[in-house]
């Protein structure tokens, strides 16, 4: 493996503005296809009471009955997921990680960090780098920036 150098650019140099990646908080809104996606969400319209809550799958940053504003673009309402009743916002294609490209359902109170700055420079030019982080060698002693001891 080659060790960087004094003379590489860090990508911090090349790529000065970064976002955290979404977190989720539920792994039923992406999936490798748009059919699959409409089908959970109107399968979780559906639903009602205690089976809403579970398809659902509450968080700590997102419940059935939060509101929260519309992403950047949306016209979508944000009142409580507990009521929703309409149709599926067309999905749209996100990469998850390096070649893992899926479908996202684009509504804010299904996501538990949907990074609203992503969304509003999101378009046909946009162009998103996906960093891996620093990750020790087998059997190194080194530790992982926030890891205990």
């Known amino acids: 493996m080659l060790a960087v150098s004094d003379d590489v650019p860090l990508l ?3 790529m000065p503005w970064s ?3 979404l977190r989720l908080g ?3 809104v992406v999936a490798p296809d748009e059919r699959t996606l409409r089908a959970r969400w109107d399968l979780l319209v559906r639903s009602e009471g205690a089976e809403r809550e579970r398809l659902f799958g509450p968080s700590r940053a997102r419940t059935l009955r939060s509101a929260v504003a519309a992403l ?3 016209a979508r309402g944000t009142g409580p997921f507990g009521q929703e009743r309409g149709r599926c916002p067309d999905p749209v294609r996100i990469r998850l990680g390096p070649f893992d490209e899926q479908w996202l359902i ?3 109170r299904l996501i538990d960090a949907a990074r609203p700055e992503l969304w509003r420079v999101a378009d046909e ?3 998103f780098v996906v960093e891996q982080g620093y990750v020790p060698a087998p059997g190194s002693r080194a530790r992982a920036k926030g890891e205990g001891p």
């Open 12 to 14: 911090d140099d090349l």
């Open 19 to 21: 976002v955290a990646p």
């Open 26 to 28: 539920r792994p039923w």
């Open 72 to 74: 950047p673009g949306s």
């Open 106 to 108: 684009p509504d804010q």
């Open 125 to 127: 030019h946009q162009l």
